[in-house]
């Protein structure tokens, strides 16, 4: 007997990395207690778990089913809107003269500070649905948004709050160190980050990971080593934001501290990438981001060619609007030389990688991983990547239960 019976898919997706892609044509998958028991071609999967008894058959008849996605970077929780700043850019503002204008981050910040515990859940929510119907089943989701104690533990909350009832697996990361407020030395905000806001953070026992936008003009290689080193005594993991605007030593700052991962990347050099490769630190592009700012991709190609396990994220926030990890699958074939497989990989079993959760098996759907799967309505995986602008994700599975149909 199984809970869930996925049957006659054209095609079954049951792991992709950067370096291979292992599938079966016309192919079941079941499903008990929330995690696969089988998976293979229909025939000898229904042989040994028939559709008669199962709780529930999903005839997937022309579709193919792919790992539910892994989105290991987002700013999903903020307040306010900023769509105006989309066509001020438009118009030749940069992204450094819109924040010296009180917009950007701090914009952001002033909205989130004013916005209630209850509107922060809601605007949560709403995104994870967006998210869950493009295929999303685990996403990370960064506080950063507050800027001060009270409010970074607000949106710590309010992420764990949203998440408890809320299908998509979410992984809560602390970003206090997101920009220095206005009115504040960047030495006197990462001693408040240090001394006052860390030890909150890990007494409230939300936050799993600690990130720094490491960043010229925001906190520096030494600033941004003592916030994670601090996060890390309180026992959160490490992750950086790094050569996104320029070429500071973030990857490199990344790599000495064995941080989970290092995203964005732009700017990072083959230094760089041997650096990673060498410390076991996951990569994650975010093309949108790049997209978004009308910039320079990270150079996809050279992490490859050491073997990078790379990932793909969308970096949901104000200023990089996208839900999709479709739409990053599809610019990183565009745009940075993935392949279809090579993308899918990135937005599932690399991207598990980036946010601690390779060994519990997400991303990928092999016996005894979590059911978390994406039906698409489409024949083949290569249809998220290549029929971009719409929506190829039908139906969603999150723990073996049906969580968008």
Known sequence: MSDLLLANASEVVTYADHARLDSVEDAAVAVEDGRVVAVGPTEEVTAEYPESDADRVVDCAGRAVVPGFVDPHT???????????????????????????????????EAVREATTEELVSNLRAELDVMLAHGTTTA????????DTETELRM????????????????????????????RDADDYVEDVVAEQIPAVAEQG????????CEEGVFSVDQSRRVLEAGRE????????????????????AAELGATSAD????????????LVDAGVTPVLLPGTAFGLGAGYADAETFLARDAPVALATDLNPNCYSQSMPFAMTLGCVEMGLTPAQALGASTVNAARAVGREETGAGR????????????????????SYNFGVNAVDTVVVGGEVARD
């Open 264 to 275: 964005h990347l732009l700017y990072a050099d083959a230094a760089d990438v041997d650096a």
């Open 234 to 253: 309180y026992g959160m993991r490490p992750k950086v934001h790094a050569e996104e605007l320029s070429h500071l030593g973030g990857t490199k700052l």
């Open 156 to 183: 710590l909350a309010a992420i764990d709050r949203a998440a408890a009832d809320h299908p998509i697996r979410v992984v809560p990361t602390f970003m206090g160190a997101h920009a220095v407020p206005p009115g």
């Open 365 to 384: 759907l092999t016996v005894g991983s979590p059911a978390d799967c994406a039906i698409l309505d489409a024949p083949s995986y290569r249809y998220l």
């Open 140 to 147: 990370e989701v960064k506080s950063g948004y507050g800027l």
């Open 75 to 109: 700013h999903a929780l903020f307040a306010g809107d900023r769509s105006d700043e989309f066509e001020a850019k438009l118009r030749g503002k940069t992204y450094q003269e819109i924040l010296a204008d009180g917009g950007g981050i701090l914009r952001t910040v």
């Open 206 to 213: 939300v936050a799993e990971f600690c990130d720094v936008f």
